[in-house]
């Protein structure tokens, strides 16, 4: 099948541009191109009212299927465009896209009618955030060694204690899904299920934010210490399946509006290589032409995913686009810097005991795009993914 777009369209697009010009005024648009990766913390207020804006419009769940939600019905492509408008407008950083392309298409593919019905209208009005439960100290990229564990109280009710780490606006979310051991004695993938849990419990959870280089603290420590699970997704103890079928839905049609945002930073830092002059070093003019021939090839890959790939291309698709955006974006962001020469080490304000450094935005993009290659499953997990599910190589021992 071929991935193309048509007259429908080019309509939807219209409507939703229409609808973005309209609606990014007031309060919104002073949120416009803020809150992204490394900012997150900015103007949390606007940016929760902006996902209940969202929500009205019916732009939140665009390929949830038949409209049951409160959401549009959108076809592939629909969705596409409208996350490529999205990102061209530079609309804000979405605080809603865990509950939007994560947990609800696990819903749909793993959950109950009646677990659909209770959580999916929420996320679509933009009402609950939510928060992904993976991550341990001792457990990152090795998932499977995970140690947070639940015990079925005499009630029914599952109580889960432990700790996560690298949870995502934590801070902010009205739930959290967690992977937890529920099963005493088990090892590796057996034995885990996947919880919905409420973050409102004080007392049983402690959410500690992390400082990053960026000065900044979207990500957090989460301690569980009984709290009490509202819901099991799926089968107790068949919880490896549900959080993998997530990772699977982790990048699809988003990393398309990734890439309009990735666009918009690469015609920034050649930009300043002009005003700099660095532009006429040929390495640099290497760099940026490769930059930009690499982004092409990340569309191309992940249109041809989406439009009916090999089963094969495709169950390793998620890993693929992973190891090519996370090291193409480290790249972006070393050059950033290095066209900017030893200007790129001065802040743009001064020094105070209240806010010991402040960053510009291509200084965050080079500081927190370090952690590219590692979050969201590091590249040699993802390497290890590609050899052994798709290429059929030996497993590691």
Not at 1 to 16: H, Q
Not at 171 to 182: G, K, P, Q
Not at 186 to 205: A, E, N, T
Request: charged share 25%.
């Amino acid at each position: 099948m071929e991935f193309g777009l048509g007259v429908e369209d080019d309509v939807f697009r219209r409507e939703a541009r229409e609808w973005l010009e309209a609606h990014l005024v007031g309060r919104f648009a002073a949120v416009v191109g803020r809150g992204g990766p490394g900012s997150e913390h900015v103007a949390a207020g606007e940016r929760r009212a902006w996902e209940e804006e969202l929500g009205s419009g019916g732009w939140i769940g665009l390929g949830w299927g038949d409209g049951s939600y409160g959401n549009r019905v959108a076809t592939l492509t629909q969705q596409v465009v409208w996350a490529e408008e999205y990102a061209r407008v530079r609309a804000p950083g979405r605080y809603g896209h865990i509950g939007e392309n994560l947990l609800a298409p696990t819903l749909l593919a793993y959950g109950s009618d009646e677990q659909r019905r209770r959580f999916l209208p929420p996320i679509a009005r933009g009402e609950e955030l939510w928060c992904q439960g993976y991550s341990e100290p001792g457990a990152g990229s090795d998932l499977a060694s995970l140690r947070t564990a639940a015990e079925r109280g005499g009630d029914g009710r599952w109580r889960v204690t432990g700790q996560k780490v690298w949870t995502s606006l934590a801070h902010e979310a009205d739930w959290c899904f967690v992977l937890a051991r529920t099963e005493a004695g088990s090892r590796r993938h057996r034995g885990l299920s996947f919880l919905l849990v409420p973050m409102d419990q004080p007392g049983r959870i402690d959410v500690r934010p992390i400082r990053q280089l960026t000065g900044t603290s979207e990500f957090n420590e989460v301690f569980f210490d009984g709290a009490v699970a509202a819901d099991v997704v799926g089968e107790a103890g068949g919880g490896w399946t549900v959080a993998m079928g997530l990772l699977g839905f982790e990048r699809g049609v988003s990393t398309l509006a990734q890439q309009v945002g990735f666009e918009e930073e690469l015609r920034g830092v050649v930009s300043r290589a002009v005003e700099s002059g660095a532009v006429g070093d040929p390495v640099v003019a290497g760099d940026i032409v490769r930059l930009w021939a690499e982004l092409r090839i990340m569309r191309w890959n992940a249109l041809r995913t989406l439009g009916g790939a090999p089963d094969a291309v495709r169950g390793g698709a998620p890993s693929v686009a992973k190891l090519l955006w996370g090291g193409w974006h480290q790249r972006l962001g070393a050059l950033a810097l290095r066209v900017r020469g030893a200007g790129g080490a001065v802040g743009p304000g001064d020094w105070s005991a209240e806010s010991p450094y402040e960053l510009d935005e291509q200084q965050r993009l080079f500081l927190f795009s370090r952690a590219d290659t590692v979050y969201g499953g590091s590249d040699e997990i993802q390497r290890n993914i590609i050899a052994e599910r798709v290429l059929g190589l030996p497993r590691e021992a």
